[in-house]
């Protein structure tokens, strides 16, 4: 079992003491290593939450500054990997009604027996262990990973009255929108699209699967593959942020959980970014990779496609031919790196130097047009970040997190290109 964290919110220092003592107790009779913090309020709590890594709290309702409901609310809005116990004097329905209600995941009563606590406890502790268990699964149907919980929701979608349910069980049943940010647009889009497919294409079904970071929503046809042409339009049209693939007539989207929300940028867009380099000792190796740009470099990343005043179309009419076909053939350079990434994600170090060197072509093809030499350069830098990574040394949950964002990258480059130099579609 790993180590955990575990807080103990209280403003009663005898209570506070009591609890401490039962788990140090049960750590030092069943020979654990866990670590235990305390504190008096809720807003402590919230505090050492955002400085600490925290796995289990035993909360106290009634407490001054903040009360133990409110707290819980806050803490599993921002970490909703956190499990909450209430723990209170009070025999109150409706207190508990509340905190659960905030996202507590059990309610005790005290005083607490030192047999009820342990049984409790063991529980709570194995929870903690299994529920970020992730295992390769064979029948993960999404089309990013294998690597997901042993669970699934499957809905069977044969009616619009089917689709109304699904929009309920999502939003109101299952309360995605606590864990996923813009849950409600995606539902809208899945209930307007799934309406258009069911004339088209006929019954579906919608998989919802989970690993530690995200969601993935799949949809399969039961019997007519999905035309992923048509459903292309639809996302472009009335979901442009949505980060998804369709294969073979199958179609997966990846929703990140809130806690990291902050952590990528939307996908429908290629964004540049600015680094700010301290200089301070780099903690990990990736910061060493960090070097300091050049003026000239900098003036390179401070130009934007914004000062095109003319549209696509007029825009891809005065490039060269032979320049446009390259851009137009850059379809297969994506769809290479795309299968290379999957690759990668089945931990195949090999595929990261095929992935390097075609990024390095897509960069040298860009950097022929003044105007997005930006782009050139960004792509560029990220080929060579990643030739000084050593992928056998980064932490799993580090190298799920690379995949996603070559992912994104590829998409969000593949989406810009088309819409430019293909579709001639932007103004």
Not at 237 to 244: G, R
Not at 336 to 364: C, F, G, T, W
Request: proline fraction near 2%; charged fraction near 25%.
């Amino acid at each position: 079992m790993k180590q955990i964290n575990i807080l103990v919110v209280d403003d009663n220092e005898l209570n506070r003491n009591l609890l401490t003592m039962l788990l140090d107790q049960y750590r030092t009779q069943n020979s654990l290593s866990f670590n235990i913090f305390t504190c008096i309020n809720g807003q402590e709590a919230v505090d050492i939450c955002e400085k600490k890594s925290v796995d289990l709290i035993f909360m106290d309702y009634l407490m001054p500054v903040m009360d133990g409901s409110e707290a819980t609310g806050i803490i599993k809005r921002k970490h909703p990997h956190i499990m909450i116990i209430a723990v209170s004097s009070y025999e109150d329905e409706a207190k508990q009604k509340e905190m659960l209600h905030n996202g507590a995941e059990d309610y005790v009563v005290k005083p607490l027996t030192e047999v009820l606590f342990n049984s409790r406890l063991n529980n709570y502790l194995q929870l903690l262990q299994n529920r970020n268990h992730i295992s390769h699964s064979s029948s993960a149907v999404n089309l990013f990973t294998k690597k997901i919980y042993n669970y699934r929701m499957e809905f069977s979608i044969t009616s619009e009255e089917d689709l109304a349910q699904f929009w309920e069980a999502v939003l109101i049943r299952f309360d995605f929108q606590r864990q996923i940010e813009h849950i409600s647009d995606f539902t809208r889009f899945i209930y307007y699209a799934g309406s258009i497919r069911l004339q088209e294409e006929g019954p579906f079904r919608i998989i919802v699967e989970e690993e530690t970071e995200n969601f993935f929503f799949t949809l399969e046809y039961n019997e007519n593959p999905l035309h992923c042409e048509a459903m292309e339009t639809l996302i472009n049209s009335h979901c442009q942020h949505a980060v998804y693939r369709c294969i073979d007539g199958v179609l997966s989207f990846i929703l990140k959980k809130k806690s990291l929300q902050s952590e990528t940028a939307p996908s429908g867009s290629v964004e540049q970014t600015e680094t700010i380099v301290s200089d301070t000792e780099p903690s990990t190796a990736a910061e060493k990779n960090i070097r300091h740009l050049s003026e000239e470099e900098k003036g390179i990343l401070h130009k934007s496609q914004k000062d095109i005043a003319i549209s696509a179309k007029e825009y891809s009419q005065d490039v060269d031919s032979f320049v446009l076909t390259e851009l137009q053939e850059l379809d297969d350079l994506e769809k290479e790196v795309s299968d290379l990434i999957e690759e990668l994600q089945d931990e195949n170090h090999a595929a990261m130097p095929e992935i390097i060197s075609r990024l390095h072509k897509y960069a040298a093809v860009l950097n022929s047009l003044i105007e997005f030499q930006p782009l050139a350069f960004s792509l560029e830098s990220l080929s060579n970040l990643l030739s000084e990574v050593d992928l056998s040394k980064i932490e799993p949950s580090v190298y799920r997190k690379m995949i996603i964002y070559l992912s994104n990258i590829i998409m969000d480059f593949s989406s810009w290109r088309k819409i430019i130099f293909i579709d001639q579609d932007a103004n």
